[in-house]
């Protein structure tokens, strides 16, 4: 049986439904509900971009803030030793097939006992899957610390949200910065988000103040319940 077959097989990696990694433990969560997950260290390999139908090696990406990242560039000195220019390029047009054989040559080259692909709406991650974690380990016990937890969606990130926005009524939907589900956060960013009303109090008081945050009273959500408040608020 190959590598990714017996990973596949003995994990039960396809019946799990929902994922999310923290790119500061590297640290992969697979997991249907609070009794039936999985937790799993990982390499990032790379991303593939549906929008530009690009990929970016994960030793080249800035956006990619895992600690071991730069393990990858052993890929690229395989390349450079074999005159295979795709794996040298920090970032280059690709397609499916493109991504499966640079994970592939990845997990050849670095070791490991499988690959995950992680999708999200514009981007897919490429994780090589190094170690399965016990649920009491210190990894896993400091990756559940930094979360927030749903009576519908069980642990994830946390995100944050005026008063005035609900699944009910429709009311705009202003954010810190573009967002979309499964995306990496920076250090100090959180998904933050306030309606039209919040919007116009903000820019009255040239910013967030002590009149604009009374009004906005913000909510604590977890990220799967903020980005059903998008779907639905958004013009």
Partial sequence: MQIQERFMEQLSISSYQHWYYDADLAL???Y???TDQLYLKYIPIGTFSLTS?????SWFND???EPN?????AVMEFGLENDYPKLTAGTFSADKFDCWEFTAISLATLGGIGVYRAPSEKLQSYLLITAVLEENSQEVIHFNQA?????????????????HLNLEHPKGFEEAFETYKGMELGEDDDFQAWCDECE???????????YAEEFAK?????EYCYFELKSFNCH
């Fill in 32 to 34: 249907n509900d609070d």
């Fill in 63 to 65: 956006h990619s803030f």
């Fill in 28 to 30: 992969l969560r697979l």
């Fill in 218 to 222: 913000i909510k604590l959500v977890c």
């Fill in 200 to 210: 116009k109090v903000r820019i009255r008081n040239n910013g967030w103040n002590e």
């Fill in 147 to 163: 979360k927030v937890e749903c009576k519908i969606h069980g642990r994830s990130r946390p995100a944050f949200f005026c008063q």
């Fill in 69 to 73: 990242k730069d393990s990858t560039l």
């Fill in 53 to 57: 139908e690009t990929w970016m090696w």
